[in-house]
């Protein structure tokens, strides 16, 4: 008889040391976002290294043209639900778009808020310029923060549409800028979202914190993609960076389409799918029905 194999030991929980770690000795991070429990148990069960609750859920989600609409109260849910499903994996929370750009108050209480209500480990905000002083603000008040540079979607319009950034050395040199500020605001990760791999390369070591990267190369010390993507249950264009690892939705649609077909031909339920009650009960029940009044008949007046 072969020898039973040892159970695998459990894994420790992601933190924000054992990422730099993970940086330091060139062990790619994975990251995934999700937006329910269900998509969070999926994630702690792959195995991932953080899961992401990101605006994007406004679109895969709550179907909104944009990330721009989804409000707090929408984030708190999502962020919340992600939570009860996660026990392993660092989780980071999207500040939704006006919820943190007005003042360094205001980003840090909407920070607050999220990590009190949801129990998230981080949040994460776009763009530098004026976000390095919020993003400044709420490292100092206690809370981690994850920075994200190069197409920002919650400012999409602005920077020209859903289109790769840094493919000029002014805009490359920008862009290194924004990081390095972010990096010296605090951040303790990036993310470069749709930025020339080249210029990712360059950038790269100026930077001492993990960086993960979306349609940014292979050089960044991790990679992120949305949930709905990777497994083909949107049903939007994907972007060019997007590589779906199944096509979940026509397997979804083919799944409810039997189902209907089942119901319209009576083959579902069948006798499996029901339940059985005593034979003397249901005698004893047939006598009182009998026995009983009419359901409908009209009370008799005196």
Not at 88 to 114: H, I, K, N
Request: glycine share 10%; proline share 6%.
């Amino acid at each position: 008889m072969s020898a039973r194999p040892e159970a695998s030991a459990p894994r420790q929980k992601v933190s924000l040391t054992s990422l730099a770690a993970q940086k330091r000795r060139a062990q790619p991070i994975v990251m995934v976002t999700a937006y329910d429990y269900p998509s969070a148990q999926i994630a702690e069960a792959a195995g991932v290294d953080i899961v992401l609750v990101g605006d994007s859920g406004a679109m895969t989600v709550l179907g909104y043209d944009s990330t721009v609409p989804i409000t707090v109260d929408e984030m708190l849910v999502l962020t919340s639900a992600v939570r009860r499903g996660l026990k392993t994996p660092l989780l980071v929370a999207d500040l939704p778009f006006g919820s943190y750009e007005v003042s360094d108050e205001q980003a840090v209480a909407t920070a607050q808020r999220f990590v009190k209500t949801t129990g998230c480990d981080a949040v994460k905000i776009e763009r530098g310029g004026t976000t390095v002083d919020r993003a400044r603000a709420i490292v100092a008040a206690g809370i981690p923060v994850m920075g994200h540079v190069g197409l920002t979607p919650q400012t999409a319009v602005a920077i020209g549409g859903y289109r790769s950034q840094g493919r000029t050395a002014e805009d490359a040199l920008e862009l290194s800028r924004s990081a390095v500020a972010l990096q010296e605001a605090g951040c303790f990760a990036l993310v470069f979202e749709a930025i020339p791999s080249e210029v990712t390369k360059a950038v790269m070591p100026k930077l001492d914190v993990p960086v993960i990267g979306i349609g940014a190369g292979p050089g960044t010390d991790g990679q992120v993609l949305v949930f709905h993507d990777l497994l083909g249950i949107w049903d939007g264009q994907p972007a060019r960076f997007v590589k779906r690892y199944a096509d979940l939705r026509t397997e979804m649609v083919a799944g409810v389409a039997a189902y209907a077909d089942d119901v319209r031909t009576g083959a579902y339920p069948g006798p499996e799918h029901g339940y059985s009650a005593d034979a003397d009960e249901m005698a004893r029940l047939r006598a009182l029905l009998d026995d009983g009044p009419a359901q409908n008949e009209a009370p008799r007046l005196p």
